[in-house]
């Protein structure tokens, strides 16, 4: 399994830096019923309470949000 495959899972102020995205065009990545496109469970989970951080998957939520036409301008 090369590294690109590993797993790396991030805490959501660390997923808007990375994908250089505010915290409200996240959330419309995930949240909106018709457009969102990250998955709960796959590039997306939810912390321990209703009101705790979600983490991201980051590989996974870099490769779909560029499959969705997105430029990763500042990328870590």
Same mark, same amino acid.
């Given at each position: 399994?090369?590294?690109s495959?590993t797993e790396c899972w991030v $805490?959501?102020?660390e997923a808007?830096k /990375?994908l250089n995205?505010t915290?409200?065009?996240?959330c419309? =990545?995930?949240?909106?019923?018709?457009? @969102?496109f990250?998955i #709960? @469970?796959?590039?997306?989970?939810?912390?321990m =309470?209703? &009101?705790?951080t979600? =983490?991201? #998957? /980051? &590989?996974r939520?870099?490769? $779909?949000?560029m499959?969705?036409g997105y430029?990763?301008?500042?990328?870590a």
């Amino acid at each position: 399994m090369s590294n690109s495959d590993t797993e790396c899972w991030v $805490t959501t102020a660390e997923a808007m830096k /990375i994908l250089n995205v505010t915290r409200q065009r996240l959330c419309r =990545y995930w949240c909106d019923k018709e457009k @969102g496109f990250l998955i #709960e @469970g796959k590039h997306w989970k939810k912390g321990m =309470y209703f &009101n705790t951080t979600r =983490y991201f #998957e /980051i &590989n996974r939520c870099k490769a $779909t949000v560029m499959k969705q036409g997105y430029m990763l301008v500042n990328s870590a």
